[in-house]
């Protein structure tokens, strides 16, 4: 937590949030590539049936 202070502090408001946004919709672009490849989504409703 005071690391990333430190951050929001040297980059200022919007460095960090442009940074923030950019990370979140690699990773959200990212993880919907997998998803789509090799059927993630398809596995994780399957364990959480058999859970059920």
């Keep these: ?3 990333l202070t ?5 980059f200022g408001w919007s460095g960090y949030a442009v940074v ?3 990370l979140v919709l690699t ?4 993880y919907t590539g997998l998803d ?5 989504r398809q596995v994780i409703i ?3 049936h058999r859970k059920n």
């Design 6 to 10: 430190c951050k929001i502090l040297m």
């Design 1 to 3: 937590a005071i690391v």
């Design 27 to 30: 990773t959200y672009y990212s």
């Design 36 to 40: 789509r490849r090799i059927g993630i």
């Design 46 to 48: 399957n364990k959480l």
């Design 20 to 22: 923030t946004v950019f």
